[in-house]
C-alpha cells in the first residue's frame, strides 16, 4: 500500500469522488458551486463605479449603525 501525500490536488479529488457517491449529487451541481458567482468586470468605469457605490455604502453603513444605537440607547431609558 502506498502512502499518499496530502496535496491541494488530492484533497479536491477526494471529495469531488466523495461527493458524487453521495444520493442526487451530479457533476453539473459540483460544477455549478465551484463556478464564481459574480463577473467581474473589465472596464475601468465600472469597477470606479462599484468602488465608489462601495464607498458610499461604507460612510452610510457607519451613520445607519450610529442611528441605531442611538435608536437602542434611547430605548433602554
Excluded: W
Aim: charge should be positive; include cysteine.
Amino acid at each position: 500500500m502506498t502512502k499518499k501525500s496530502i496535496t491541494p490536488k488530492n484533497i479536491y479529488n477526494s471529495a469531488y469522488k466523495f461527493l458524487l457517491k453521495q444520493k442526487g449529487v451530479t457533476p453539473e451541481m459540483i460544477q455549478k458551486h465551484l463556478q464564481s458567482e459574480s463577473v467581474k468586470p473589465d472596464d475601468m468605469k465600472i469597477i470606479y463605479k462599484k468602488f465608489c457605490e462601495s464607498a458610499q455604502n461604507r460612510q452610510m453603513s457607519n451613520k445607519v449603525n450610529k442611528s441605531n444605537r442611538e435608536v437602542r440607547h434611547q430605548t433602554r431609558l
